[in-house]
Structures are given as structure tokens and as C-alpha cells.
């Protein structure tokens, strides 16, 4: 079955720093994979999207991820972080059928003065 | 143009009530998905409908059901409420395809008294 893994649950980066958000997956076929961002009390807006061709995307904000297959990862990363880059940030993975997506459980980022 | 939009924003009941959330997807777009999203649980899917038909869903009891119109328009009910249906339940709606991104909209929080 699908399923998507945040490591890391709560992230701290000083502004400037460089970020990188962990993502591993599990999927039996090329996987469709995502990042989203969420602020408080808002949806969620789509970063990057990776359904195949060059392993590393690069999507709104400055935000860049590469798809690893041999190591079922999904990493984002930002070389400098921004205070407005506070936020929830989620991975997920297409089911293979419909619009159906699985979602890790988040990876919550503050960025500190 | 506009994004996905639910209404309405904040809804409270007592529990064993029923509800109805109403979500429109953004023009053009026939998928729409529901998820519910808890602190415990993250995001889960609920249910994917696509031309009026339920293509996909998730493991959640029979109590939440959901329907969509000719317009793309969509709805989701669940009936006898419990307190631990209080989340916050986002739509998302996709382009006509599969494992296409899904935009989000700002999601509807339920509060179950």
C-alpha cells in the first residue's frame, strides 16, 4: 500500500539558513509526488510536483526537491530560508487511481530571527 | 481565476446532528476530493468524485457521504455527528486526468459540541 513518511515533525532554521524537509515514500509503481505548504488555518498550496523526466523540480518560492527512487525519497529544500517559510509542510504521493493522494503527517518549520 | 471555495468557513453542532459542507471547484474542474484533517490523524482522504460519480474512497464509516452536481459543485454530509468528527475538512479539486495536482481550498472547521 501507499504511504508517505515525514521523519522529522518539527523543524527549527534560523532566517537564512539553508532547509531540507525529509520525505520517504512507499509505491509499487513511478510515483506521482508532491509538496504542499500549509499556514495556520489555511489550505494547502501546492510547492512542486514530480510525475517523471528530471529528478530534480523546482517549484514556487524558491523551493526545490529530487525524487531518489533507489532511496524512496522526496526531499524539499530551500537554500535560504525566508521568516514567511514558517508554515506546515506536507509530502504526499498519487494512489494510481483518481485524485486520490496520501499525505505524511507534516513537518511543522519555524524560522528564527 | 477564483480558487476552490468552501462554505461555509466555521460551522459548530451538538453531537448526533448532521452537517453539510459545500465546496465549488475551480472552473473547469471536474475531480473533487474531500479530506479531513486532525492533529492525531493528518490528512485523510474521504472520498474523490468526478463527473458526478464517486471514483474513490477512503476508510471512513458510512455516516460520511458525499455527492456531486452537474456543475462540479460538491457536497459532503455526515450524519450523527461525534466529537471526534471535529476537524477541519478541506476540498481539493483537479484538472480532468489522474494524479493531477489538487488545489485546496481553505477548508471548513467543524467544531462537534
Known amino acids: 500500500a501507499q504511504s508517505v513518511t515525514q521523519p522529522d515533525i518539527h523543524i527549527t532554521v534560523s532566517e537564512g539558513a539553508s532547509l531540507e524537509l525529509r520525505c520517504n515514500y512507499s509505491y509499487g509503481a513511478t510515483p506521482y509526488l508532491f509538496w504542499y505548504v500549509q499556514s495556520p488555518g489555511q489550505g494547502l498550496q501546492l510547492l512542486l510536483k514530480y510525475f517523471s523526466g528530471d529528478t530534480l523540480v523546482q517549484g514556487i518560492k524558491g523551493f526545490e526537491a529530487e525524487f531518489k527512487r533507489s532511496q524512496s525519497s522526496f526531499n524539499l529544500r530551500k537554500p535560504s530560508v525566508h521568516w514567511s517559510d514558517a508554515a506546515e509542510y506536507f509530502c504526499?504521493?498519487?494512489?494510481?487511481?483518481?485524485?486520490?493522494?496520501?499525505f505524511g503527517t507534516g513537518t511543522s518549520l519555524t524560522v528564527i530571527p | 481565476k477564483a480558487g476552490v471555495t468552501q462554505t461555509p468557513r466555521y460551522l459548530i453542532k451538538t453531537r448526533g446532528q448532521q452537517v453539510t459542507l459545500s465546496c465549488s471547484p475551480i472552473s473547469g474542474h471536474r475531480s473533487v476530493s474531500w479530506y479531513q484533517q486532525t492533529p492525531g490523524q493528518g490528512l485523510q482522504f474521504l472520498f474523490e468524485?468526478?463527473?458526478?460519480?464517486?471514483?474513490n474512497k477512503g476508510n471512513f464509516p458510512g455516516r460520511f457521504s458525499g455527492r456531486q452536481f452537474s456543475n462540479s459543485r460538491s457536497e459532503m454530509n455526515v450524519s450523527t455527528l461525534e466529537l471526534g468528527d471535529s476537524a477541519l475538512y478541506l476540498c481539493?479539486?483537479?484538472?480532468?486526468?489522474?494524479?493531477?495536482?489538487?488545489?485546496f481550498g481553505q477548508g471548513t472547521r467543524l467544531t462537534v459540541v
Open positions: 468524485y468526478f463527473s458526478e460519480t464517486q471514483r
Open positions: 504526499a504521493v498519487g494512489a494510481g487511481t483518481g485524485n486520490q493522494f496520501y
Open positions: 481539493a479539486s483537479s484538472p480532468v486526468g489522474e494524479n493531477t495536482e489538487a488545489f
